[in-house]
């Protein structure tokens, strides 16, 4: 049997544009992808803290060092310049992986610099 597990988050990052006239995805400073193990074209959830949405789609990689969290195509109309939200993603794992397995988890302040 697989459970889908929540390998990774980046928890409270604020949304810093959000680009209508894209082809979709969001957008990741890569520094922060690294940190939390995510890979280009990866499947994430965002959770917006301020209004409530949920969305899925795919990361693709933003500038290092730019602290960009950045929703583009129709996820744009979902949130807002300024939000806070959480990314999650997944895992498929089998029982004994489950037992042991810990997700990452990257805080992230204001200004989506990492907390260590």
Known sequence: MQFEMMYAKIHRATVTDANLNYKGSITIDEELMEKAGLTEFQKVDVVDIDNGERLSTYV???????RDICLNGAAARKVQIGDKVIIIAYALMNEEEKKSWKPIIVQVDENNNPEE
């Open 60 to 66: 693709i990689v933003g500038k290092r060092g730019n």
